[in-house]
């Protein structure tokens, strides 16, 4: 299964690039012995319009023509939240299902149209509070390591058992 990771905006050089940058190498090299490849990184620019509505419309017409068939998640604040088990299983099991990609995406200061958020399988929240969304990247980097480190017995992921 591929995994990607789409974003509107690109992280300028920084803690929050090196941080997700420093996930997204950690989660490709464990990815291949648990039948995933990547993450893939995308980054597509923040459109212009001066409407956020506006904005968020044409950030979505960017980010369908980037996401894949196969499962789509997308990061929301007013989305679902999940334990990283249940994320790790939840990945797990479309890879186990022949989904052919799962794609994270990250949408922009605005946030994301809701044609974007209707087309996801899961829509995903780290909480309650807003999160800026150079700061997600980083969160969405980590728990796909760490959701690959679940699912291969890795001990980097200690449960508060």
């Given at each position: 299964m591929r995994l990607a990771l789409?974003?509107?905006?690109?992280?300028?050089?920084?803690?929050?690039?090196a941080l997700a940058d420093r996930y997204v190498e950690r989660a490709r090299a464990l990815?291949?012995?648990?039948?995933?490849?990547?993450?893939e990184v995308t980054e597509l620019p923040e459109s212009r319009a001066?409407?956020?509505?506006?904005?968020?419309?044409?950030?979505a017409?960017?980010?369908?023509?980037?996401?894949?068939?196969?499962?789509?998640?997308?990061?929301?604040?007013?989305?679902?939240?999940?334990?990283?088990?249940?994320?790790?299983?939840?990945?797990?099991g479309w890879r186990d299902a022949g989904r052919p990609?799962?794609?994270?995406?990250?949408?922009?200061?605005d946030g994301l149209d809701d044609a974007v958020r209707a087309r996801a399988d899961l829509?995903?929240?780290?909480g309650a509070l807003t999160v800026?969304?150079?700061i997600v990247r980083g969160l969405v980097a980590e728990q796909l390591y760490r959701a690959l480190t679940i699912l291969s017995g890795h001990p980097y992921h200690r449960g508060g058992d």
């Open positions: 789409v974003a509107i905006g690109r992280l300028k050089a920084g803690p929050e690039r990815a291949r012995p648990l039948g995933f490849s990547g993450p001066r409407r956020d509505a506006d904005r968020r419309a044409e950030e017409v960017a980010l369908a023509s980037r996401i894949p068939d196969g499962a789509l998640v997308v990061l929301d604040e007013r989305g679902r939240t999940l334990d990283s088990p249940g994320f790790a299983n939840r990945l797990g990609s799962t794609t994270f995406v990250v949408g922009g200061p829509v995903l929240s780290f800026p969304h150079q």
